[in-house]
């Protein structure tokens, strides 16, 4: 009965598979990976077929979350943002629903893994640097220097800045890391106590379950919808070097 | 109205971004200071103590910058200079 609470987060090879030495076995969190890649594929094909004026009920799902993503990047990157769109709609939809998906019981919470959700993190700053280099050459170092700084203050500011830039990527990940693995494992513990505590005591903390379920549907959305707002607003701080106060309309 | 305007969407967002910026920056500079200090300088505590020191002012900075740019506050404010 006495059972760690980190348990439901370790994994186990179904089928271990090794290429070249690299591990590339088969475990839960990869087959619910391609669970939710097929979901959202099938999801998205079978809403964007319908094309009817008035949408049923699929097409308006589908439809609002394309919305969504379009209205985040266009909030915060303006119109050349659009080119980003495939990829960007793409992460939102992932990671959306491995979050929901982990929310099922017996299922597992891919983002509750840190290197997934640290993979994705380097992806978008890669991305943010790869496109900050190419647009403005060494000037994108420039990113470095806030502008209106005098010279005497840049010793201090370069490393400041340096380090305010490294930290993207690292809170990128940690955030939603830390969000779904603390959200399950409160889940988890209280289930835990509903269990132990038997009828007499026991729906107090059961009924807490059903409220922290209620809770975490509402925390996957916003930790997706965070990650793409950030995703947006790194690519965008690419585009436009110093354009913090361009887009803040 | 799109969901991505919502106040309660952009408040909570931004709420729930700011904790994890101040920790991240903290992180970073620690890191970058104990790097520093056991395989380049051998400066043994000073690199981390000032790395650290980095870290919160940047982790506040950070702060600072995005609560000055709160989706919803009145626009008369710096969000706009």
Redesign the interface.
């Known amino acids: 009965m006495e059972e760690s609470p980190l348990h439901p987060f370790e994994l186990h090879n179904y089928i271990p598979l090794s290429v070249g030495g690299i591990d590339i076995s088969i475990n839960k969190a990869v087959i619910i990976m391609w669970v939710v890649v097929a979901l959202v594929a099938f999801l998205m094909l079978k809403a964007g077929s319908a094309r009817q004026l008035v949408p049923g009920k699929l097409q308006s799902l589908g439809e609002m979350l394309v919305d969504f993503v379009r209205g985040i990047i266009l909030d915060t990157m303006g119109k050349d943002g659009m080119r980003f769109f495939p990829l960007i709609a793409t992460l939102f939809l992932f990671i959306l629903f491995c979050n929901l998906i982990g929310l099922i019981p017996g299922s597992y919470t891919v983002t509750s893994q840190i290197v997934v959700t640290a993979v994705f993190a380097c992806v978008v700053y890669g991305l943010s640097l790869v496109m900050g280099f190419l647009l403005h050459g060494a000037k994108f170092l420039g990113i470095l220097v806030p502008p209106g700084t005098p010279g005497w203050l840049l010793p201090l500011m370069i490393p400041i800045e340096l380090i305010s830039q490294l930290a993207r990527p690292i809170s990128l990940a940690v955030r939603l890391f830390a969000n779904m693995t603390a959200g399950h494992v409160i889940l988890g513990v209280l289930f835990g106590l509903a269990i132990s505590g038997g009828l007499l005591i026991g729906w107090l903390p059961f009924a807490f379950t059903i409220a922290m379920n209620g809770l975490e549907v509402g925390i996957a959305f916003i930790q997706a919808y965070i990650f793409t707002v950030l995703t947006c607003v790194y690519l965008g701080d690419a585009f436009h070097l110093h354009g913090h106060d361009d887009h803040a309309h | 109205m799109?969901?991505?305007?919502d106040p309660f969407?952009a408040g909570?967002?931004q709420a729930?971004?700011i904790g994890?910026?101040l920790?991240?920056?903290l992180?970073?500079?620690g890191g970058?200071g104990w790097v520093l200090d056991t395989y380049l300088l051998d400066s043994t505590p000073w690199g981390m103590v000032v790395?650290l020191v980095?870290?919160v002012?940047?982790?506040i900075?950070?702060a600072y910058?995005s609560a000055m740019?709160w989706p919803g506050s009145p626009p008369d404010t710096e969000?706009?200079?």
């Open positions: 799109p969901p991505s305007q969407y909570l967002g729930v971004r994890t910026d920790l991240a920056s992180i970073v500079g970058l790395g980095l870290g002012i940047a982790g900075r950070n910058r740019r969000s706009k200079g």
